[in-house]
Nanobody, 117 residues
Framework: QVQLVESGGGLVQAGGTLRLSCVAS????????MGWYRQAPGKQRELVAT???????NYAASVKGRFTISRDIAKNTVYLQMNSLKPEDTAVYYC???????????WGQGTQVTVSS
């Protein structure tokens, strides 16, 4: 059973920074892509950022220029560096991983990010 464990969430003031981590129980070379999603209260889960097997990245328009997704293959970890945080970034952030050429994916348990104004 593949496990994804997120960490790094917390409470931060507007303009602050946080770095989320997602550690996979198997090599992240197994996945294409991996990504971060978020879900705010009363809203649908939405894509934040993805990184594919070749290292190419994709971002939601609302976070482009502020968030950076990266990975450390040796540590089986994907990161989300979040700068210039805004109250509207408040949500539970989930790590997602899709195995190569599969139709299913895996989710972490989520980590809460709260940005105060």
């Amino acid at each position: 059973q593949v496990q994804l464990v997120e960490s790094g969430g917390g409470l931060v003031q507007a303009g602050g920074t946080l770095r989320l981590s997602c550690v996979a129980s198997i090599s992240i070379r197994s996945f294409n892509p991996m990504g971060w999603y978020r879900q705010a209260p009363g809203k649908q889960r939405e894509l934040v950022a993805t990184i594919n097997g070749g290292g190419s990245t994709n971002y939601a328009a609302s976070v482009k220029g502020r968030f950076t997704i990266s990975r450390d293959i040796a540590k089986n970890t994907v990161y989300l560096q979040m700068n210039s945080l805004k109250p509207e970034d408040t949500a539970v952030y989930y790590c997602n991983a899709q195995p190569w050429r599969s139709t299913y994916d895996y989710w972490g348990q989520g980590t809460q990010v709260t940005v105060s104004s």
